[in-house]
């Protein structure tokens, strides 16, 4: 059984103005998003500044995920590293935290062979129960989980469920699929085609977009599995402005300002991190008027 289906927020992390985690505004969101009917909270992702985050602040804004959440809709957390004893710690650690699972990215930097991912992948998988989904990122990570190495991951490695597909390539996602019968828990990692991705068989997307209209992003992937897939191309494009200003620079600097802009107060980004241009910001807001979205 899948740990999610449909729209789940790659969720922010708040921070104070001295960039220490904001719990109470963490708190807050995590409500917004249970109101507006979000599927799943993706905790401490690249979304969330994972990588700004210490060992012990990684571990600490998953525990409070989990309390937040408290069983209202699961909690996946964000546990990858380009370490693998580090990945295992972290994966541990948010499996004693009461995660109901773990996305985990491809090693970054250290660029491993499609061997290396096997045998990363399968170390971390095997000192935990919780359900895994692979994160594939290339343009981040320098590393491309192959549609062949995500099968025989699938194939071989009983918790390894899912794997989020964030390279931009719908054939590569076709071909993971087809190698894999449809039966790998697919999620969209770009926002801005959901929709393909759930017409070759995804269940859902894990979205930066949510943050700011968590209700419309749940109910274009509701429309979908409904069998309205007008409606649900229908919702995907009318959002193509809003989509393209909150990728406009590197992600999460334009969604934290976004959610500042409607006064949600999540604070300022950590370095290297840097607050948005002015003309990017400017865009920004005339794409959330126009989507509808409430400016402060």
Known sequence: MAIFKGAGVAIVTPMKENFEVDYDKLEELIDFQVKGETDCIIISGTTGESATLSMEEHAEVIRAAVRFANHRIPVVAGTGSNCTETAVQLSKE??????????????????????????????????????????NVPSRTGCNILP??????????????????????????????????????MYSGEDGIVVPLLALGAIGVIS???????????????????????????????????????????????????????????GPLRAPLYEMEEEH??????????????LA
């Not at 009461?98 to 290396?116: C, E, F, H």
């Not at 959002?239 to 959610?259: C, G, T, Y």
């Not at 910001?281 to 409430?294: N, S």
Request: proline letters at 5%.
């Open 94 to 135: 948010a499996q004693e935290a009461g995660a109901d699972g773990l996305l985990i990215v491809s090693p970054y930097y250290n660029k491993a062979t499609q061997n290396g991912l096997i045998r990363h992948y399968s170390q971390i998988a095997g000192e935990v129960k919780l359900p895994v989904i692979m994160y």
């Open 148 to 185: 062949e190495t995500a099968a025989y991951l699938y194939n071989h490695v009983e918790n390894i469920v899912g794997i989020k597909e964030a390279t931009g390539n719908v054939a590569q996602a076709a071909k993971t699929l087809y190698l894999t019968d449809g039966k790998i828990d």
């Open 208 to 266: 930066v977009w949510s943050n700011v209209a968590p209700k419309q992003v749940h109910d274009m992937c509701m429309k979908f599995f409904e069998g309205d897939i007008a409606g649900a191309a229908k919702m995907q494009l009318e959002a193509e402005p809003l989509i393209d200003a909150l990728f406009s620079e590197v992600n999460p600097i334009p969604v934290k300002k976004a959610l500042n802009l409607m006064g949600m107060e999540v």
């Open 281 to 294: 910001a400017k865009k920004l807001a005339e794409a959330m008027r126009a989507y509808g979205l409430p």
